[in-house]
């Protein structure tokens, strides 16, 4: 394994990784004959990957790029970004990932935000681009298209202030979902990066890579920090290979994983009911893999997926702004519970109350986190780009303010229950919108589902599901009922559904996160909306739940 310290910085040491592994594969991409690129599949090796970055860097060096600019790089899930973004991060440019599913407004926000330089773009999404740019105030970047950018860059538009980053010089800007208003751009640096890789790398465990012999499976967006950080990181300092496939897609997934020979997967919770809900392919206990690491399975599915595909799925916790996940990698592991494992030295964790006061055991409370008393900071994020405020007030008391509710139970075992943004407050109660939208996620009418808040003006919140259906239903009202008699009978009568409304479609991000905030229009008041069903009279202590049915009224 590549050595990471304190001074490491990411050029250095992929150019002692390029060495050392010079014949291993580096990265690699399935084939996929439907794909525009490498239709047949791609395989780089070290060696071949360190000339082509070595070429990048005198390129954009030649042009005047290096220390204190931003190019973004909008390729998809190409492995070239990748490459450019080692050539940059080794002239200390800082790499911004741009998000291809984003519509010309959001793209103006993060080209404004980051006032970025460059941006390497390719052909396709040029003229995505430009409408952009034509939208954005503060940034005018330079643009380059990918496929001519042998030909020449433009020059930069100001002087680098050196090419020699050091372990704190930024070498991404990676942009949070946005679901409670604007995204933050978080800065991460060398050392945050590299760290992150080598603390993937050496959990052990279940979780335990070999050298120079893995090959990790990441269906995941290279503008996220699972797949361009954390995999990516953790395959290069042992000489191992990341899969990068263009995205998830479960027909293809079994093809894939065979194909690639992956040892590791990563998931999101989205894959599982998806490949759960496939028939039964040729390949999917004729694989190689050892090991899942992810996050968000359903309590419910998460056994059955394991004894189908014959492989246990690792859950993890972490963030962009700290990507040294905790993960449930020992034995025995707690399957189904939103267990994602104990905390180990590198990382302290705290479970408090809304006055930063330790709760006792067992009862939920915000996770707080930290590095160490010494040093509280060390490889967390450098901060949220021009917002000190923000960046403050999320350490206060030295703890960085995660807003994940969690328990810890007497042996230290660590179990999720939500965002603290996704818990509704009725009458006195706190409830997990998580817990009620697995629970609806699990019954077989649904296809998805977001549970969220909606004002009461007797109880201060209520519950609110918002369904899509598999198919399209005869009765909307029986189905209601059906739905919530199935929550009624399996949760305690404050968490089921006081409101139901049905709906075509809910919006995501690219990485499949439900975007609660846009699924109605600001300001306005759900409860009012046509078709929304006021279930609230179900909802009483001592009525005795209906069975859970199966409804034949889709």
């Not at 042009?63 to 204190?68: D, L, T």
């Not at 995205?247 to 998806?274: C, D, I, N």
């Not at 799925?313 to 702004?321: D, P």
């Not at 949760?491 to 846009?518: M, V």
Request: hydrophobic share 40%; proline share 6%; glycine share 8%.
């Amino acid at each position: 394994m590549i050595a990471v310290d304190d001074y490491s910085t990411i050029g250095e040491t992929f150019f002692r990784a390029a060495e050392k592994y010079a014949d291993k594969s580096f990265l690699a991409v399935p084939a996929n004959a439907a794909r525009a690129y490498y239709p047949v599949g791609e395989e780089i090796a070290y060696g071949e990957a360190a000339k082509t970055v070595r070429g990048l860097m005198q390129a954009y060096a030649a042009a005047g790029y290096g220390v204190g600019h931003r190019i973004a790089l909008l390729l998809e899930n190409r492995p070239e970004h990748m490459l450019h973004k080692l050539a940059m991060n080794a002239l200390g440019i800082c790499c911004v990932p741009l998000n291809p599913d984003h519509r010309p407004r959001e793209l103006a926000y993060v080209l404004d935000h980051a006032n970025v330089d460059l941006v390497v773009v390719l052909a396709s999404l040029d003229a995505q681009l430009h409408q952009g740019m034509d939208q954005a105030g503060r940034s005018k970047p330079l643009v380059v298209l990918f496929e001519n950018f042998a030909a020449g860059l433009p020059p930069a538009a100001r002087k680098a202030e050196s090419i020699r980053p050091d372990q704190a010089t930024a070498a991404s800007i990676l942009y949070t979902s946005g679901t409670t208003g604007r995204p933050k751009g978080c800065v991460l640096s060398h050392g945050y990066e590299l760290a992150g890789g080598a603390w993937y790398s050496t959990r052990g465990g279940l979780a335990t890579f070999g050298e120079a012999c893995e090959r990790i499976y990441n269906p995941l967006p290279l503008f996220h920090v699972n797949a361009s950080i954390f995999s990516f990181y953790c395959a290069m300092l042992k000489g191992n290979c990341q899969v990068q496939t263009d995205r998830f897609q479960p027909s293809r997934w079994w093809t894939e994983v065979y194909e690639s020979k992956a040892s590791v997967v990563h998931y999101l919770g989205v894959v599982v009911p998806m490949l759960l809900s496939q028939d039964p392919h040729p390949h999917e206990r004729d694989h190689c893999v050892r090991f899942a690491i992810g996050a968000g399975v359903e309590p419910q599915r998460h056994r059955a997926f394991e004894e189908r595909f014959g492989f246990p799925l690792l859950e993890i916790w972490g963030m962009t702004e700290m990507v040294r996940a905790i993960v449930d990698n020992q034995l025995p592991r707690e399957v189904g519970t939103r267990a994602f494992g104990r905390v180990t030295p590198g990382v302290e964790v705290r479970v408090v109350d809304d006055s930063d006061v330790d709760v006792p055991v067992g009862q939920e409370g915000e996770m707080i986190v930290r590095h160490s008393a010494a040093t509280p900071r060390k490889h967390f994020f450098s901060a949220y780009l021009d917002d000190d405020a923000a960046t403050e007030a999320s350490w206060r008391g030295g703890w960085f303010h995660t807003g994940d509710i969690i328990t810890r139970d007497a042996t230290g075992l660590l179990r999720f229950v939500d965002r603290r943004k996704n818990i509704i407050r009725r009458s006195g109660e706190n409830i997990a919108a998580a817990e009620v939208e697995a629970l609806l996620q699990a019954h077989p009418l649904v296809a998805q589902v977001a549970v969220l808040a909606v004002k009461d003006e007797v109880r201060e919140e209520e519950v609110l599901a918002c369904v899509v259906l598999k198919n399209k239903p005869a009765d909307p009202a029986a189905v209601a009922r059906v739905l919530f008699d199935h929550c009624n009978a399996n949760l305690a009568y404050y968490k089921a559904p006081g409101w139901l409304y049905l709906t075509d479609s809910i919006p995501t991000t690219a990485t499949q996160k439900i975007q609660k905030h846009q699924i109605f229009e600001p300001g306005l008041d759900p409860r009012t909306l046509p078709g929304m069903m006021d279930l609230r009279a179900l909802k009483k202590r001592d009525a005795r739940p209906v069975a859970t049915q199966q409804a034949s009224a889709a």
